[in-house]
């Protein structure tokens, strides 16, 4: 009898652990026939990629039709992909580093910016098969043609490339001897280069036979690099994003049997063909100031976000300026705790957490991420300066206040107040020019500011002097008649 129940209990604990293991093994299954990434695209009707437009032929800013515009092969392949999904196409441009934080977060469903899968980044994310295979090359300032021929010849040389590009991995990796310089836009290290900051770029083939053709003071030789060889220049993609993957395959093989490849970078080249040669006449090149609207959009949405944050951050800061005075030491404890983190972070850094690590949770615009950003900042100063202010009041006057029936809120109103005012109203005009021009941080995620105009002016124009010195008279009205306001506002309360 013992027998029997031993080998029904047995048979009970074998039975159990084979349908564990086969709930298991369905669930396994399930789980990989549910990724939903293509449906997810085709419902919401949009596919959205995102670039670094400073990259010919991949993708750069074009005028067309008096209309700027992201052109490139890679922008091509997109809009094939988009059709053959059957959905429109949405591009986002942004600093090549932050394009796969970009990606991680939801932000985008895919990278466009002829980008190499080296094994790094499929640790974080799925590529496409290769579309393209290109050389690593060298370029340098056609006077220095006789002076360097190899990547051996720049030891004790300043180099640039890209932030978190392949480029800068091979920098590091074979010109030890160089001191590498990475900044975040193309179009700035060839600015470095041509003024001498730099000594050489390390850039993709097609990126520098693109700039070097347009611009008779640079050349450009292959480089070299023993690690240049990749997997191609694919598609990124989320990981586990299989049937996007999938589709996007399907596209790339039509594009190699129909090797539509040449006829893109044919279509693109009549685009880099328009741009200005070093032996133009600056009649023949035009003014600078025939990019007026660039610097137009980016002037407004500058002013937009500053206004916008500067309401937002006074009311934020008023606030946690009367609770750090308040008798509630919870309260009081976490405004201080919020204060003194964000007066101890940098806002770059606040920027990107806020478009990248909240907008993980919630798909936040750029736009709308930089003005929080900007405002959750300027309120941890707005309160401290508000609260100074405040206390710079003697306290004999609020007891005075006090003494003639008036209670603590209707003496904080007409008597503290009015005279904090004239202590504040200085250094709160100084934070809010500040805004102004820090505002300039939010073209890290894409918002179209003064700056981000004025980098793609750069690409447009080919050109590296004049649109940095229209931005920076154009940040200087802006600056000075907000002074000059404050200051007569501050002038009627003296002599109030």
């Not at 652990?17 to 093994?25: D, I, P």
């Not at 399930?30 to 670039?51: A, H, P, Q, Y």
């Not at 202010?389 to 003494?403: F, N, T």
């Not at 004239?422 to 700056?451: Q, R, Y």
Request: with cysteine.
């Amino acid at each position: 009898m013992k027998n029997k129940k031993g080998l029904l209990m047995l048979f009970y604990i074998l039975t159990m652990f084979l349908s564990l293991g086969l709930n298991a093994s369905s669930a396994h299954a399930e789980e990989v026939v549910s990724d939903s990434s293509l449906e997810e695209i085709k419902e919401k009707g949009v596919l959205v990629i995102g670039t670094s437009a400073d990259f010919p032929p991949y993708e750069f800013h074009a005028t067309i039709d008096g209309k700027d515009t992201i052109v490139g092969m890679d922008i091509e392949i997109a809009k094939k992909i988009a059709e053959d999904i059957g959905v429109e196409l949405e591009i986002k441009d942004m600093q090549f580093d932050s394009l796969i934080p970009a990606l991680e977060t939801n932000n985008i469903d895919m990278i466009l910016a002829g980008m190499s899968a080296t094994k790094e980044r499929q640790v974080s994310v799925d590529f496409s098969d290769p579309y393209y295979f290109a050389t690593q090359n060298i370029v340098i300032r056609a006077e220095d043609e006789e002076l360097y021929a190899s990547k051996k010849d720049f030891s004790g040389k300043v180099i640039g490339a890209q932030m978190g590009s392949l480029q800068e991995t091979l920098a590091k990796s074979e010109m030890t001897d160089s001191e590498l310089i990475t900044l975040g836009q193309t179009t700035e290290l060839l600015l470095s280069l041509k003024t001498g900051k730099l000594d050489a770029v390390v850039m993709e083939g097609p990126n520098a036979l693109a700039f070097t053709g347009n611009d008779e003071s640079l050349i450009t030789f292959e480089g070299g690099f023993e690690g240049g060889e990749t997997d191609g220049t694919a598609i990124a993609m989320r990981k586990g994003a299989d049937t996007l993957v999938a589709a996007v395959n399907e596209s790339l093989a039509e594009i190699k049997e129909q090797d539509l490849i040449p006829g893109y970078l044919a279509e693109i080249g009549k685009h880099l063909e328009t741009a200005p040669t070093e032996g133009e006449t600056e009649a023949e090149k035009g003014s600078i100031l025939d990019y007026w609207s660039y610097f137009l959009e980016g002037t407004g949405n500058t002013i937009f976000i500053s206004v916008v944050s500067v309401l937002f951050g006074s009311l934020i800061g008023g606030l946690l300026a009367l609770i750090r005075i308040g008798d509630n030491k919870f309260l009081r404890f976490f405004a201080t705790a919020y204060v003194e983190f964000v007066r101890g972070t940098p806002m770059l850094i606040q920027v990107m957490f806020i478009y990248f690590a909240v907008g993980y949770l919630i798909n936040i615009p750029a736009l709308l991420a930089g003005i929080i950003a900007v405002s959750l900042n300027s309120g941890a100063y707005v309160c401290e300066i508000i609260r100074s202010g405040l206390a710079s009041v003697p306290k004999g006057q609020i007891e005075a206040a006090r003494s003639l029936g008036m209670s603590k809120k209707t003496a904080m109103r007409h008597i503290i107040f009015p005279q904090a005012l004239k202590n504040i109203w200085p250094a709160l005009g100084s934070e809010f020019v500040t805004i102004i021009k820090e505002s300039s941080i939010v073209s890290v995620i894409g918002v179209s500011e003064l700056i981000f105009q004025t980098r793609v002016v750069t690409s447009v124009s080919y050109r590296g002097i004049a649109p940095l010195a229209v931005s920076m008279v154009i940040y200087f009205i802006l600056t000075f008649s907000l002074t000059k306001l404050l200051n007569y506002y501050e002038g009627k309360m003296a002599h109030d």
